[in-house]
């Protein structure tokens, strides 16, 4: 992937996260269905989606969250 495509990818990543992250829409994006499905679900029925949502603008924010593309 060139760099271009993953700063562009970033940048929505990061987004989608920031705005609709209760729906698990950057996991899908980035193609990890089932923590994507999982996020779906707990976001649902319990509260342990929220520390997982800063975890992961945390982790997109440092670069460490894999962009599989």
Known sequence: MKKEQYDIY????FALCF??????VHRFLNGKFKT???MLYLTDL?????PLI??????IAT????IER
């Not at 705005?19 to 698990?24: F, K, L």
């Open 10 to 13: 970033f940048i929505i990543t």
């Open 19 to 24: 705005i609709a992250s209760r729906t698990g």
């Open 36 to 38: 994507g499905f999982l």
């Open 46 to 50: 319990l509260p342990i989606a929220t």
């Open 54 to 59: 800063l975890i992961d603008l945390v982790l």
């Open 63 to 66: 670069g460490i969250f894999k």
